[in-house]
């Protein structure tokens, strides 16, 4: 078990991210109680030559201090009223408070028991279902997802709407646990801002859209970060007041697994199952240049995910201004514009894309959408795989700055220098060695063994669907010929 230390900076920096998610109710008091006292502040320096004649005057000090309290009636009824409201704004924002932790993983979830874990796919039909490490895949969807992303006409396929209110658990988040998932994340190191996040609020549906039968609709709400922080990053972390062992304020299983087998089995929950935990959309995208290298992004220690590890090119949460402020869209373009927004932040092309290239533009010629999963170690986050080439060499890469915004996140972009993708040869045979130095445990060197759940599990899966052969691989092998052959 670990106990939370709160030093004064981390306790500086959880109150500014905890101010940006109050509830208004917690925002009305913090107000109020700054009123009052700035009110008798106020009142006390108008009347403090008055305060002190009274204080100053003979007699019994109790006799004295109510003479005070009569005299300045309003004072008192200030001071009362912002002393109330500090107490209360204190207890809701508890401001010391102690909290420690207990993990699961390894403890009382071993690797045996993790492996049992089975998920039961939405479609009966769709069995073939594996599992990456700590993540689960259905091989029927990816090679659905590819099919999608060479459509001719994309808006023909899947489409999401917004939904009008955003996400609010089943059960309301505790504060307590909020307060403790920010501080945990700091006290770490780490740099955080609460943005505003995008969750897919039901179970993946990739048929076709038909206003007819409401098929291919799926429902994206909105969240924040902080949401992420307080459900699904704390999977298999049962959070307890430090005081008691015994006062669990978040025990975190059920929420996203559930006992079959009399219980000595678990199956991971359906999304529209998992009503407490965020579903926080994320893509991660395998880049490379037109030389044909892979490029990878070092995470820096400050990062919340994968610290000190690579990341795939490109990896992170959708964020709300990827739906660009609409209400509806086709599913494959919005994961396309968000990977490519992730990519070319993280990688350090920023806007540093070829004259008359927009965002959308680079996102439907330069980015294909190959696979979906889920993450077990972060509760089942559903998380979208691409697959893209970006217009500029390794050397050009290798010149251009993480953008500054990025800096506390990426520390620098790394060129897998070994088996470099030659568009006048075979492509299949080359994805597969080079998926296999970072994927088989013999094979992969330093960076090999830095490589992230992300980062493995896409290759893992591209390396699937490469192996399997068939028009899903040869689409995915035509796409990058074709771009490197620009060059």
Known sequence: MQRQVITPGIWWQARRLEASALTPGMRIVR??????????AITVAFDWSAIVAVLAAP???????LALALQQKLQVVLLMLSAALLVANAKQAAWLEPYGEQQLLNTEWGQAKIAAIVIKPANPDERIVHRLRAGW????????????????????????????????????????????AIRRVLRAGARLTNDPKLRLA??????????DTGSGRNLIQNTDYVASLATDQLAFTR?????????????PIAAFLAPVLSGSRYRLRRLSECVNISNQLGASTL?????????????TPRNAQSQGMLAPSGSGSMDKGDLGGAGEGTLITLVQN???????EESGVGHRLPPGMTLAAFAADHVRVFGFGRMIHRAGKPEFYCLAVLPFTSAEVNGMDVLARERPFTDKTEIVGICPVDPAAPIGPQLMSLCRFFTSPQAGGQQGQRAS??????????????ADGGIHGDSLASFLQARLARR
């Open 338 to 344: 968000a990977a490519a927004r992730e990519l070319l």
């Open 202 to 211: 039901g179970d993946l549906d990739l048929r076709c859209a038909s206003g």
């Open 287 to 299: 880049a490379f240049t037109v030389d044909g290298h892979l490029l990878l992004t070092s995470q």
């Open 239 to 251: 959070v307890f007041r430090a005081a008691s062992a015994e006062q669990v304020i978040h025990d």
């Open 453 to 466: 759940f992300p980062l493995y599990h896409a290759l893992a899966m591209l390396q699937e669907i490469i």
């Open 31 to 40: 107000w109020a109680s700054l009123v009052a006292v700035l009110l008798s």
């Open 137 to 180: 895949h259905n091989k029927a969807w990816n090679r659905r997802l590819v099919e999608l992303s060479f459509l001719d006409d994309a808006s023909a396929g899947p489409r999401w709407s917004l939904a009008a209110a955003p996400w609010v658990p089943a059960d309301p988040l505790d504060e307590d646990l909020r307060r403790y």
């Open 59 to 65: 007699g019994a000090l109790l006799d004295r201090l």
